[in-house]
C-alpha cells in the first residue's frame, strides 16, 4: 500500500484495491514518511495488556520492597514508609528514584503496607515451577485429551491436543478412541517435524504415566520421553492451574471446530481439525521464533520400551495432612510442617534419588531441596497394559 502511494497513486484508490479503509492507508503512509520502505518498523502494536512506557520498572519496584524491609529491621529511627524509602534511595545514589506518593502506590499494589487491603500480586511466569522454562532457557509441550464428545449417528471422538508453553506451536489429533500405542506413534511423528522440547507436560492419564495398579509403574509414553532426552512432568491431581496453556487450547479448539460446524463423520471432523490447526500455528508464528531452541529429532532412532530406565521424571504434588505424598504407590514423609502446599519432586533414575522441592506461587524464583531419598530404579521387563 505504501509503495503504492509513493508511486504516485491516490489513497482512495489504493485502499479501493487493497480492500481496506482510507484510514488504514493513511496510517501505514504516515509511519513510513521520510523512511526507505526496508527501514520502516511495520509491527503493529502488541495485543492484549502491556506495561506502561512511564512505568517504574520491575527492578525499581523490587529494590523499594527490599529497602523497606531493611529499615523495618535495621533502621535507628524504625521508619520504613514511603518519605523513609525515598531519602534512602536518595542516599545509595539510585538514578531516578521514583517520588514518594509514587513509592506509596507501589507498597499499596504489592501488597506491602500494615492495613489490610485487597493484594494483587504480580503473577509468577510461565512454567514457574520448573526454573529453565521459567527463565525461556527451555520449551515445554503440553498434552491433553478432550474425550465425551460424539458425532451425530453414534460415532465417538477423542483428540489428542497439544500445545508449546513459549512458542505457542499446537497439534490436534482426532480418533475415535486412543491407546498408548497409538499416542506414542503421534508424539513421534510430531516431534520429529517440529524438534523435541525440553519438557513434556501431562495430566495423570494412564495413557500418559501407565498402569497404576502396580509399584512404580512406567509407561509407553515415559519410556518415550526418557529415551528421547525429554523430561516428563506429570501436574496434580485436580488442579487446573498448571494445565492453563493446554485447557486454553482445548476450549479454543472446541470453539472453533467442534461447536462451530456440523461434522457428517470423522472424516470431515479431521480435515477440519487440521485446516485449524495450519491457521493457529501460522498465527503463532511470532512467538515460535522467539521461543527456545527445540532440539533436533535423532536420525536412525528406534523406541525400545525393554531399554534399562535413564534420566528423570518430574511430579507435581501436593501434600496431605500430615505432610507426605504418595507417588508410583510408595507414600514418602516429606515434611510434618509443609502441609497441604506444593512440591516438585524430580525421581532421578540414573542416580537412583527422589528429590523433593517447595514450591510458592508468591516466591517462583525460591524452590529449596526439602529431603532427598534413595530410590531403586526398576530394573523388571516393560509389560505392555495400555
Known amino acids: 500500500m505504501v509503495a503504492a502511494v509513493q508511486r504516485g497513486r491516490s489513497m482512495r484508490a489504493v485502499a479501493k484495491k487493497f480492500r481496506v479503509s482510507l484510514a488504514t492507508v493513511q496510517k501505514w503512509v504516515r509511519r513510513a514518511t521520510g523512511q ?32 523497606r524491609t531493611q529499615l523495618k529491621l535495621f533502621s535507628d529511627l524504625g521508619e520504613f ?35 489490610r487491603v485487597r493484594v494483587r500480586r504480580p503473577p509468577p511466569p510461565k512454567g514457574w515451577y520448573l526454573p529453565r522454562v521459567a527463565s525461556r532457557e527451555a520449551e515445554l509441550d503440553s498434552f491433553d485429551f478432550v474425550e465425551g464428545l460424539v458425532i451425530r449417528g453414534g460415532t465417538d471422538v477423542m483428540v489428542l491436543n497439544g500445545i508449546s508453553l513459549h512458542g505457542g506451536l499446537c497439534g490436534s489429533w482426532v480418533r475415535s478412541s486412543w491407546r498408548a500405542t497409538f499416542t506414542v506413534e503421534t508424539l513421534i511423528d510430531h516431534w520429529r517435524q517440529h524438534g523435541l522440547p525440553q519438557y513434556a507436560q501431562f495430566d495423570n492419564d494412564t495413557i500418559f504415566q501407565g498402569n497404576r495398579i502396580y509399584r512404580d509403574t512406567f509407561g509407553r509414553v515415559t519410556r518415550l520421553c526418557l529415551q528421547l532426552g525429554v523430561t516428563p512432568v506429570f501436574t496434580p491431581h485436580k488442579e487446573t492451574g498448571f494445565q492453563a496453556a493446554i485447557e486454553s487450547y482445548n476450549g479454543r479448539w472446541q470453539a472453533k471446530v467442534w461447536t462451530r460446524f456440523q461434522h457428517h463423520d470423522l472424516q470431515d471432523l479431521i ?13 503463532a508464528a511470532p512467538r515460535l521464533d522467539a521461543a527456545p531452541v527445540r532440539r533436533p529429532f535423532p536420525k536412525k532412532w528406534k523406541l525400545d520400551l525393554q531399554r534399562p530406565l535413564r534420566g528423570t521424571v518430574i511430579f507435581l504434588r ?49 524452590q529449596p531441596l526439602i529431603t532427598s531419598v534413595h530410590y531403586p530404579t526398576p530394573t523388571r521387563p516393560f509389560r505392555d497394559h495400555l
Not at 526507505?36 to 520491575?58: C, I
Not at 538514578?95 to 492495613?115: E, M, Q, Y
Open 36 to 67: 526507505r520502505l526496508d527501514r520502516v518498523n511495520f509491527s503493529d502494536a502488541p495485543r492484549g495488556g502491556r506495561r506502561a512506557a512511564r512505568a517504574t520498572p520491575k527492578r525499581i519496584e523490587d529494590l523499594i520492597l527490599r529497602v
Open 271 to 283: 480435515q477440519r481439525s487440521d485446516r485449524f490447526v495450519r491457521a493457529a500455528r501460522v498465527r
Open 81 to 115: 514508609g514511603a518519605a523513609a524509602i525515598h531519602s534512602e534511595l536518595l542516599r545509595r545514589g539510585v538514578k531516578r528514584v521514583p517520588t514518594a506518593r509514587t513509592i506509596g502506590r507501589i507498597l499499596r499494589r504489592r501488597g506491602a503496607l500494615d492495613g
Open 318 to 366: 501436593r501434600t496431605d495432612e500430615p505432610g507426605a505424598v504418595e507417588i508410583l504407590l510408595p507414600r514418602f514423609q516429606v515434611d510434618p510442617l509443609w502441609v497441604h502446599r506444593l512440591l516438585r519432586i524430580e525421581v532421578d533414575l540414573s542416580h537412583h534419588q527422589i528429590r523433593f522441592y517447595r514450591l510458592r506461587r508468591r516466591q517462583p524464583d525460591q
